[in-house]
């Protein structure tokens, strides 16, 4: 069982950076893959990055490679995602989830966060 909360969110103008983070509870967080998911009004929840348990590997959605990185301290139980270069288009609450593997698909994980609102304006 992985419990997780999302923190960091926050209204800022186009082009700034918010640092959100992902804390987790449970003995077994070292045994999952970890995501960051949005959900846009009126859209459905869309992938935004993953890592897989160890750290070393990453993958990004098209729409935000080279200005978001996402990344884990084991240790700490906590998942990053920086977020730059901030456009109106990345308004959305974003989630983080906990999964087996690495994967695009919501559906794929088993655990998540409440969400934490992320507004961008122009």
């Known amino acids: 069982q992985v419990q997780l909360v999302e923190s960091g969110g926050g209204l800022v103008q186009a082009g700034g950076s918010l640092r959100l983070s992902c804390a987790a509870s449970?003995?077994?967080?070292?045994?999952?893959?970890m995501g960051w998911f949005r959900q846009a009004p009126g859209k459905e929840r869309e992938f935004v990055a993953a890592?897989?348990?160890?750290?070393?590997?990453?993958y990004y959605a098209d729409s935000v490679k080279g200005r978001f990185t996402i990344s884990r301290d084991n240790a700490k139980k906590t998942v990053y995602l920086q977020t730059n270069s901030l456009k109106p288009e990345d308004t959305a609450v974003y989630y983080c989830?906990?999964?087996?593997?690495?994967?695009?698909?919501?559906?794929?994980?088993?655990?998540w966060g409440q969400g934490t609102q992320v507004t961008v304006s122009s």
């Open positions: 989830a906990a999964g087996g593997s690495v994967s695009v698909y919501p559906d794929e994980y088993a655990y």
């Open positions: 449970g003995r077994t967080f070292l045994s999952y893959a």
């Open positions: 890592v897989r348990w160890s750290g070393g590997n990453t």
